[in-house]
């Protein structure tokens, strides 16, 4: 059997996806953890130069590693971090790097489902950042590892309203309401689907399968925020949105479902809130 790296794996997308790692094929249940702090199998300083790997071989690297906005730090470290990554996995010998990236690069894509096709358009410095850090990883040399760049959709308990409704203790929640009347929608993945379709990527990328440079990785069907405070036992009211509020941010996973199996009620509410470890902390 075969273990994946997971760099970054102090992150919160990276402890859930471990917590719910199973493998399938030729990759093992135990990936390789590497990060700065807490459970990890290496620590590494990505500023540092990358240590040697314990055992081998590692042919498959899913990078977590990245900055976000509630860290207050740069964000401008989501493509220093990355181009680090990569160098390490050509270090490693390592075939395929998996880099996590953001639908939050579409910035406001509207009602429709958006492909990998379409033009990115971030609105806010995180989506530039990672856009940013996306245009480096497509100029690297031929002659390293492969790089496939996933392109998530809101992970469901590394995010909002998950994170409102653990947060907070009011009674009620405030929920933006468009000129429609509807609510914010989002593409989700729950952390045990999320798992089960990066342990199918990690299989595709041993056996030599080709795979497409960007992807995005969603269910089958967006999710409304409401329906999530629903199923989590959470009151909530309706606020105006504001000018500047998104209402609408839906993945095109057609490039996926061609290479993964997508259950159909993987972006059910129910399925999200299902989807916790038992062992996990949330905020």
Not at 85 to 98: H, L, N, S
Not at 178 to 196: C, K, M, N, V
Request: net charge negative; charged share 20%.
């Amino acid at each position: 059997m075969i273990a994946p790296i997971f760099l970054g794996s102090g992150s919160r997308v990276a402890r859930l996806v471990a917590q719910c790692w199973g493998g399938t094929g030729r990759i093992g249940a135990n990936p390789l953890r590497i990060g700065r702090s807490g459970t990890t199998d290496l620590e590494w300083d990505m500023a540092k130069p990358a240590p040697p790997l314990p055992g081998a071989p590692h042919p498959v690297m899913i990078c977590f590693a990245g900055v976000v906005p509630r860290s207050g730090a740069d964000l401008g470290q989501n493509r220093s971090l990355a181009l680090a990554a990569w160098q390490a996995a050509r270090d490693w010998g390592v075939r395929q790097v998996f880099v996590c990236s953001s639908a939050a690069v579409y910035g406001d894509p509207g009602p429709d489902p958006v492909p990998e096709i379409a033009d990115p358009h971030p609105l806010a410095p995180y989506g530039e950042a990672k856009l940013e850090m996306e245009r480096a990883l497509r100029d690297l040399p031929a002659d390293g590892p492969r790089v496939s760049v996933l392109r998530l959709g809101n992970v469901a308990w590394a995010g909002q309203p998950f994170d409102a409704a653990q947060e907070t203790d009011r009674n009620s929640l405030p929920l933006h309401r468009f000129e429609d009347g509807f609510g914010p929608s989002r593409s989700y993945i729950g952390p045990r689907t999320l798992a089960q379709i990066l342990a199918r990527l990690c299989d595709l990328a041993v056996e030599g399968a080709p795979l497409p440079h960007l992807l995005n990785i969603a269910a089958p069907r967006p999710t409304p925020m409401s329906e999530i405070l629903d199923a989590l036992g959470r009151k909530w009211h309706w606020t105006p949105a504001p000018d500047s509020a998104i209402q609408h941010v839906h993945l095109d996973v057609t490039r996926l479902a061609g290479l993964c199996d997508l259950p159909d009620d993987a972006g059910q509410a129910r399925t999200l809130v299902d989807e916790l470890p038992r062992s996990f902390q949330t905020p």
